[in-house]
């Protein structure tokens, strides 16, 4: 069974940073491209960066890019997701997820709420 265990949320201010961390078990895991998503209330869940299976090659949402850099660690089957220079806006709970061509593809785990106070 696979699972995805997100933890380092918690609350910050404008400016300030936050690591999360994803532990993901019940997979091949270092084969697989990885994702971050996150959904803030009232909104639709959005990718905000994707890593490929070596971690050689990165994308970012327009709204985060130069601020988040994801990262992963096959030996330990965890990705991360550094975010500095937060702003209120990224604001939101934040869950990670086994990417294909098509999206996200493991059930959702029970995602990490990181909150910005301006």
């Known amino acids: 069974q696979v699972q995805l265990v997100e933890s380092g ?7 300030g940073s936050l690591r999360l961390s994803c532990a993901v078990s019940g997979i091949i895991f270092r084969i697989n491209a ?4 996150r959904q ?10 994707r890593i490929t299976s070596g971690g050689g ?15 992963r660690d096959n030996a330990e089957n965890r990705v991360f997701l550094q975010m500095n220079s937060m702003k209120p806006e990224d604001t ?3 869950y990670c997820n086994v990417l294909d061509r098509r999206g996200p ?9 990181g909150t910005v106070s301006s």
């Not at 949320?9 to 400016?15: I, S, T, W």
């Not at 990885?34 to 998503?37: D, E, F, P, Q, R």
């Not at 090659?57 to 990262?71: P, Q």
């Open 9 to 15: 949320g918690g609350l910050v201010q404008a400016g």
């Open 34 to 37: 990885m994702g971050w998503y």
């Open 40 to 49: 803030a209330p009232g909104s639709q869940r959005e990718l905000v960066a």
């Open 57 to 71: 090659m990165s994308k970012y949402a327009d709204s985060v890019k130069g601020r988040f850099i994801i990262s």
């Open 92 to 94: 939101a709970v934040y």
């Open 105 to 113: 593809t493991i059930n959702w785990g029970q995602g990490t709420q």
